[in-house]
């Protein structure tokens, strides 16, 4: 079991950047896919970026070039870092693991973290 908690959410402007970081507690997380993802209320929750138990990064379209994702397993942690901000990036996050590979489908993912509220005002 790997237990995990998000945090550094909060208040942003447009342009702004922000880091969000997952802390992971329980086991090491050297042979887990780490993963963010995001949901507005009333929709679905949507893959951001995800980061393979080796390091190979994957982004959804929209978090390209904006976005940048990094593992740190001495630290059992994963960040996700907002290179500058759009008001449609409000949203809450949320960091999940799964076994080695990252997928964008969130049903496979078995170990999920609370979230955290990022808002982005113009």
């Known amino acids: 079991q790997v237990q995990l908690v998000e945090s550094g959410g909060g208040a942003a402007q447009v342009g702004d950047p922000l880091r969000l970081s997952c802390a992971a507690s329980?086991?090491?997380?050297?042979?887990?896919?780490m993963t963010w993802f995001r949901q507005v209320a009333g929709k679905e929750r949507e893959f951001v970026a995800g980061?393979?138990?080796?390091?190979?990064?994957y982004y959804a379209d929209f978090a390209k070039d904006r976005f940048d994702i990094v593992r740190d397993d001495a630290r059992n942690a994963v960040y996700l870092q907002f290179i500058s901000l759009k008001v449609e990036d409000t949203a809450v996050y949320y960091c999940?693991?799964?076994?080695?590979?990252?997928?964008?489908?969130?049903?496979?993912?078995?170990?999920w973290g609370q979230g955290t509220q990022v808002t982005v005002s113009s």
């Open positions: 980061v393979d138990y080796k390091s190979s990064v």
């Open positions: 329980g086991r090491s997380i050297e042979t887990y896919a």
């Open positions: 999940a693991a799964r076994d080695r590979f990252a997928t964008e489908t969130s049903n496979a993912y078995p170990y």
